[in-house]
């Protein structure tokens, strides 16, 4: 297992749901204070079409769609049902034609009640894989870009740690987390409101949501959901670690046992070999 993303479902049959990129496939959560339920399966993102696995997954609430991206296609967004059939791609294009990103991490939606880009999508790009800059773009539903956020005075934490998703934050804000464990707050121009705020415990944030309860929930490497309130307080008593298979995140070396006739694997939890 090892989370990539996370997105919350405000529609629909898996409304209050929040669904979990991990690897090529996607599990749902339930939405609770105090969590008690399993973590469940919902479906693969395994399609011809896509030949790695996704970094971003969003829930697109006015379509009923779940979008993920594929880092080697960087102007694709590939397209599922709440039941995981594969609906097609859609075109990104930039703002620059001839651009094209190195590295594509989180996506984000921003809902229809925003007051700033409603019912648009957020991606985060790098312009060079582990060195930046970063950009936060702006796109329509049909995958046309439509603003860019990137700022050369952005802190250390942001231009050098890398960022790793964005979420929208009600009202007209945006949440965003870097490799360092931090979390800001900005607007839409990419002005810094707050931050950072750095979490004792996090091992690397990848994805991040607001909820309909104004809750904000983000996951760190590898399968860790962490709580907060909308202030970003944290809530611990709802925090909950799921393990996916056999927690075997990274593979790191190999050897064959020939008293067993088995292959020895060596991998990385996350915290230890």
């Not at 360092?180 to 705020?197: H, V």
């Amino acid at each position: 297992g090892f989370s990539e993303d996370i997105t919350y479902v405000s529609t629909g049959s898996l409304k209050n749901k929040i669904a979990i990129l991990d690897g090529y496939e996607v599990f749902v959560v339930e939405n609770a204070k105090k969590p008690s339920g399993p973590m469940t399966r919902l479906f693969d993102v395994r399609v011809p079409e896509i030949d790695t696995n996704p970094n971003g997954i969003t829930y697109i609430a006015s379509e009923a769609l779940f979008a993920v991206n594929n880092v080697t296609q960087p102007k694709k967004l590939f397209l599922f049902d709440e039941k995981g059939a594969f609906k097609g791609t859609r075109a990104i294009q930039y703002l620059d034609s001839g651009y094209t990103p190195a590295h594509m991490e989180g996506l984000a939606y921003i809902p229809s009640n925003s007051p700033t880009f409603p019912d648009h999508l957020i991606l985060v790009l790098w312009d060079d894989v582990g060195l930046g800059p970063f950009r936060i773009a702006i796109a329509r539903r049909d995958g046309v870009v439509v603003s860019e956020i990137s700022r050369p005075d952005w802190p250390a934490s942001i231009a050098e740690a890398g960022i790793g998703d964005v979420a929208y934050l009600a009202p007209g804000r945006l949440l965003v987390t870097t490799y360092d464990n931090s979390i800001w707050t900005m607007d839409f121009s990419g002005s810094i409101l707050s931050g950072p705020l750095v979490v004792s415990g996090a091992n690397g944030f990848e994805g991040i949501v607001q909820m309909s309860d104004e809750r904000i929930v983000a996951v760190n490497y590898p399968q860790r959901l962490m709580f907060f309130d909308k202030n970003l307080n944290s809530v611990p008593e709802s925090d909950r670690n799921d393990i996916v298979g056999l927690n075997l995140n990274i593979p790191s070396g190999i050897a064959w046992n020939t008293d067993t006739n088995q292959l020895i694997i060596a991998h990385d939890t996350g915290l230890n070999l």
